[in-house]
């Protein structure tokens, strides 16, 4: 029997304050809060989840592993990321159908372009 996807943990130098930031994103609601972490889901029993832990060091480089998103209204959600604290970020992209931005302490993440359903 193959794995069951839990959670992606994010390292975090204020764990707490990321979390909600990923919340209010996403949508998700925090689902367990403890001094070393914090874990946020959609729901209580719907996985998978991002769990974040403090770390002692900064993030230093791109990031090997990223969430992308797809909203309904690319430019939109573009926006409102933005004014919660995201910020765009070049990491050589050139001229892409997604935008690459960073959460609030740095962790890139892509907002693709919405399907079409046609």
Known sequence: MPSRWEQIVVDADDPAR?????AEALGYRIVHE???EVEIRR???ELPGLLF???????T???RLHIDLRPDDQEAEVERLVDMGA????IGQHDVGWVVLADPEGN???VLASRRTE
């Not at 990321?18 to 990923?22: D, K, Q, S, V």
Request: net charge negative.
């Open 18 to 22: 990321l979390a909600r930031w990923w």
């Open 34 to 36: 403890a001094p070393d």
């Open 43 to 45: 729901g209580p029993d």
């Open 53 to 59: 832990t403090p770390v002692p060091d900064a993030k």
């Open 61 to 63: 480089t791109k990031n």
């Open 87 to 90: 910020r765009p970020v070049d």
């Open 108 to 110: 890139e993440f892509c």
